[in-house]
């Protein structure tokens, strides 16, 4: 396995980037644009973009910016997207590195990210990507997944 990206063997999850959610995240705006980057490159060099909505019936939709660059976007109710049943068999085969971007880092980003390491995937920490409602908590959760904390 590789430290770096390959674009045939990965895969881009955008984890909860909510219409209700977001007005609470710090810099919402920043990350929000850096995941849609993330999303256009991603699809120009051939790597799915898979999307997660966590409760959508109470935090509403993903961003529709966001949510039409998806492949797909799965529903969630477990803050480990992992955890919800029939969710990695969605991951496309052969491709073992994930880059994981949204919100909230302290909660199911990191969790989605720890769970896909227990389960053999490289989860590659897209920091600039990922945002909270509190910078203490996108910054721990940063440095428990091994990244550094973008600069804000």
Request: proline content about 6%.
């Amino acid at each position: 396995m590789t430290l770096l990206c390959e674009a045939d063997r990965s895969v881009l999850l955008i984890v909860d980037p909510q219409t209700r959610l977001l007005p609470a995240i710090h810099e919402a705006d920043s990350v929000l644009e850096r995941c849609r980057q993330l999303a256009v490159a991603a699809r120009e060099l051939g790597v799915p973009v898979i999307g997660t909505e966590q409760n959508p019936a109470g935090l509403g939709s993903n961003v529709p910016a966001l949510r039409e660059l998806c492949a797909i976007t799965v529903e969630k109710f477990h803050f480990a997207a992992v955890d919800e049943p029939g969710f990695l068999a969605r991951l496309p085969e052969g491709r073992r590195s994930v880059v994981i971007a949204g919100c909230e880092a302290h909660v199911c980003v990191l969790q989605t990210g720890l769970r896909l390491l227990e389960s053999g995937y490289a989860v590659k920490w897209a920091g600039d990507a990922v945002g909270s409602r509190r910078v203490v908590d996108r910054d721990s959760a940063g440095a428990r997944a091994g990244q550094p904390a973008p600069t804000s």
